[in-house]
């Protein structure tokens, strides 16, 4: 039995494998057992093809049910043109090999401001959040060299509050997401105030996606942070309570624990810090003998196969930090 398996009470990949979904098969055998898989055979499948009937002209899709007192629609467009990149990539391996993705590359390209951040989701406020989450994607999709990306990152570490993570900057002057419709110009950081482990969590996934950047000494400062944050409260109201951290979506977005965990894999933390070990055995105590997890999912329809990625999601962090 391979170390990691060894580490949990049961074998997921076992049950993992009765799945008949065909992307989640996929990624089991790329990621779990190492076999040479060409998601590209996944594209063609209904569920993408879908998706990619809606895609518009520019690269964007629309957001259908845009709440204009909180923002315009164009804004709204951002964020669904980012959901739906996020299902293309996470979940059907899409890259900048395919015409769509390219074409929602460009999109968001002329989304990026003068100083580097991809800005909208948050109206003209600033969004480190989504806005490296939106880079986490286009580096998965084969952009981790391009200029934007580059721009992009030099923003990023010039937007830090002072212990080294990342807050939401009109959360660091006390205001509001009504801020959004508001306020038209842009709210600089008050630095000196803490950090957010719901930003931090998301901003450090655009670093951990990086080849280079996760080695960098700034997104080991931030790792450290957000580790010493896993089930505790965030400064912040948006992350007020210690449950959000069990609160799980995928493909990622806001932070969690999975996520966090995939992020710290990634940027080389070890299985033998004392926090890593607490964070890992909450999946250990809490496993099934089936060997899945009965998750809290927070966003999506079909909640039994987001089960699915997210068990899959796990299995690659155990992977990662005992193999």
């Given at each position: 039995?391979?170390?990691w398996l060894?580490s949990?009470?049961?074998?997921?990949v076992?049950?993992?494998l009765k799945?008949?979904?065909e992307?989640?098969l996929a990624f089991?055998?790329?990621?779990?057992l190492?076999?040479?898989?060409?998601?590209?055979?996944?594209w063609q499948?209904?569920?993408?093809?879908?998706?990619?009937?809606?895609?518009?002209?520019?690269?964007?899709?629309?957001?259908p049910?845009?709440?204009?007192?909180?923002?315009?629609?164009?804004?709204?467009?951002?964020?669904?043109?980012?959901?739906?990149?996020?299902?293309?990539?996470?979940?059907?391996?899409f890259?900048?090999?395919?015409?769509?993705?390219?074409?929602?590359?460009?999109?968001f390209f002329?989304?990026?401001?003068?100083?580097?951040d991809?800005r909208?989701v948050?109206?003209?406020q600033?969004?480190?959040?989504?806005?490296?989450?939106?880079?986490?994607?286009?580096i998965?999709?084969?952009?981790?060299?391009d200029?934007?990306?580059?721009?992009?990152?030099?923003?990023?570490l010039?937007?830090r509050?002072?212990e080294?993570?990342?807050a939401?900057?009109?959360r660091?002057?006390?205001?509001?997401?009504?801020?959004?419709?508001d306020?038209m110009?842009?709210?600089?950081p008050?630095?000196s105030?803490?950090?957010?482990?719901?930003?931090?969590?998301?901003?450090?996934?655009?670093f951990?996606?990086?080849?280079k950047y996760?080695?960098?000494?700034?997104?080991?400062?931030a790792?450290?942070?957000?580790?010493?944050s896993?089930?505790?409260?965030?400064?912040?109201?948006?992350?007020?309570?210690t449950?959000?951290w069990?609160?799980?979506?995928?493909?990622?977005?806001?932070?969690?624990?999975?996520?966090a965990l995939?992020?710290?894999?990634?940027?080389?933390?070890?299985?033998?810090d004392?926090?890593?070990?607490?964070?890992?055995?909450?999946?250990?105590?809490?496993?099934q003998?089936?060997?899945?997890?009965k998750?809290?999912?927070v966003?999506?329809?079909n909640?039994?196969?987001?089960?699915?990625?997210?068990?899959l999601?796990?299995?690659?962090?155990?992977?990662?930090f005992y193999?």
């Amino acid at each position: 039995m391979k170390k990691w398996l060894s580490s949990l009470k049961y074998d997921p990949v076992a049950h993992l494998l009765k799945s008949d979904n065909e992307p989640i098969l996929a990624f089991i055998r790329r990621d779990l057992l190492s076999e040479t898989v060409s998601t590209d055979d996944l594209w063609q499948l209904a569920e993408p093809q879908k998706i990619l009937k809606k895609q518009r002209p520019n690269g964007s899709w629309k957001y259908p049910s845009a709440k204009k007192n909180i923002r315009l629609q164009g804004y709204y467009d951002q964020y669904e043109t980012f959901r739906n990149l996020s299902v293309l990539i996470e979940m059907f391996g899409f890259n900048k090999k395919h015409p769509a993705i390219a074409k929602a590359a460009e999109y968001f390209f002329t989304k990026q401001s003068k100083e580097g951040d991809f800005r909208g989701v948050y109206g003209n406020q600033y969004s480190p959040n989504y806005s490296a989450a939106i880079a986490e994607l286009l580096i998965k999709a084969g952009y981790a060299n391009d200029v934007h990306i580059k721009k992009h990152f030099q923003w990023l570490l010039g937007i830090r509050q002072n212990e080294g993570g990342w807050a939401i900057p009109f959360r660091t002057k006390d205001y509001g997401i009504d801020v959004i419709a508001d306020r038209m110009d842009t709210i600089q950081p008050e630095v000196s105030k803490p950090f957010s482990w719901m930003v931090t969590g998301a901003v450090l996934r655009a670093f951990a996606a990086h080849p280079k950047y996760r080695k960098s000494k700034e997104a080991q400062k931030a790792g450290k942070l957000l580790l010493s944050s896993i089930f505790k409260k965030d400064n912040y109201p948006d992350r007020a309570n210690t449950e959000y951290w069990l609160r799980f979506s995928f493909p990622f977005d806001y932070t969690h624990l999975i996520s966090a965990l995939d992020s710290l894999s990634l940027l080389g933390f070890s299985a033998k810090d004392l926090q890593i070990q607490k964070a890992l055995n909450w999946f250990v105590k809490n496993q099934q003998k089936n060997g899945l997890w009965k998750l809290r999912i927070v966003r999506g329809a079909n909640k039994d196969i987001l089960n699915l990625w997210l068990v899959l999601a796990v299995c690659r962090v155990f992977k990662r930090f005992y193999d």
